[in-house]
Each structure stands twice: as C-alpha cells, then as structure tokens.
C-alpha cells in the first residue's frame, strides 16, 4: 500500500517564488489535510478539505492555496515564497470525522525559502 | 477551539527505566485522543488513540495511555524503554464534529544506554 505520498521530498525556493506540494492517497479518505512542522511548535494545521471541492482554512492559512478536484489529491499552493514559510510540510488523510478520526501522513515536504 | 499541552519538551531515561510522557488537553467536549511517535526524518506514525470506552489504552510498541477526564490529561507511558524508542512524540486532539486535529509541541526522547 502506498498510503499517503509527498513530492517532492526536499525543495528550496527564492523568496517570492510560487511552487506546488502535492499530495496523493490511494485509501479513498474523505478528508485531507496540510500541516507545517517548526521546531518548538509541533504540527500546525494549514488547510483541510472534508471531501472533493470543499476545502477549509485550519490555524495558519495565510500564504498557501489549496483545492481537491478529486478524492485522492490535495495539492498545497506557495504563492509567493517567504522565508517565514520555511518548514517541513506534511500531508495526512483519514476517514471523515467519527469514530475513525485516525490520521495517516506523508514523509513531509522540507522546504527551505531563501 | 481544543488546545493539547506537553509540558515536556525534552526527557532523557536510562534504557530499561519507565516512561511518562505527559499531555494536558482543553476541550469541552470528549475529544478523541491520539499519540503519534514520529523517528527522524519521518513522517507520523499513530502509537495509540482513545475514543470511549476503557480510559486505559494499549499501543503499539509497548505503549500504552490513560485517560483522565479530572485531570484533561492522556499521558503515555511505557515500563521499560528501548533504544529504539528514541523519537519526538506528539499527542493530539480532535473532536467528533470538528475536522480540526491539534497537535502539542511534541517531547524529545532521549534514552541513555
């Protein structure tokens, strides 16, 4: 089983370039999401989506993008890069909210924005 | 919006001793909790989760976590740890409702050999 998968694993970026994480699950989860991960802060939540095309923000949204055109893809948008979005980015799925709110993540996106 | 505490940011335990890794959670409803132990380099890999039921719960890994509903408190413990237990561990939040999972700020685990 794949699970979720992240690309690209590592990336660097100059402040002011756009670029796209993507994100692909093959469990047919209904709900999505992007967190950051900084040192001190643990995981923060980005964006969420509880299905194909409904998204939502979560804690800290500004500066990123998101869309689900299917189940299985939920690519996270850098608008314009800035040094502050320097983070590991991981991906997670899970089945909607219930009794298997249990969710699976990807191996993280390192992005560093110079 | 729920919230998770873990008042350690770093232990260091001989290999062999016992754990305890503390979690402290606001929420006003019953959350779901969960632990997720994350190696370097790696992504987040579920240890154990609670839902209702028996507060006490098992994990992988020799892990297991009681809930204390008193106390808003899930913390995660082990008898005797292994070299290999050595990771960040995170606890989290999340509500029936709410599709909004928080996470604490994660322990550094050290073990001494």
């Known amino acids: 089983n794949a699970g979720v998968t992240q690309t690209p694993k590592f990336q660097v970026l100059k402040t002011g370039q756009s670029m796209t994480l993507q994100c692909a699950q093959d469990m047919n989860h209904e709900y999505m999401s992007w967190y950051r991960q900084d040192p001190g802060m643990g995981l923060r939540l980005i964006h969420y989506s509880v299905g194909a095309g409904i998204t939502d923000q979560g804690e800290v949204p500004n500066g990123y993008n998101v869309s689900r055109s299917t189940t299985e893809d939920f690519p996270l948008r850098l608008l314009s890069a800035a040094p502050s979005q320097t983070s590991v980015y991981f991906c997670?799925?899970?089945?909607?909210?219930?009794?298997?709110?249990?969710?699976?993540f990807g191996q993280g996106t390192r992005l560093t924005v110079v | 919006a729920q919230s998770v505490t873990q008042p350690d940011i770093h232990i260091t335990v001989s290999e062999g001793a016992s754990l305890e890794l503390r979690c402290n959670y606001s929420?006003?409803?019953?959350?779901?909790l969960f632990w997720y132990v994350q190696s370097p380099g790696q992504g987040l890999q579920l240890l154990l989760k609670y839902f209702s039921g028996d507060t006490l719960v098992q994990g992988i890994k020799g892990f297991e976590a009681e809930f204390k509903r008193s106390q808003s408190s899930f913390n995660l413990r082990k008898p005797s740890v292994h070299w290999s237990d050595a990771a960040e561990y995170f606890c989290a939040v999340c509500s029936y409702n709410n599709n909004d999972m928080r996470f604490g700020a994660g322990t550094r685990l050290t073990v001494k050999p």
């Open positions: 997670a799925s899970s089945y909607s909210p219930g009794q298997n709110t249990e969710a699976f």
């Open positions: 929420y006003g409803a019953t959350p779901y």
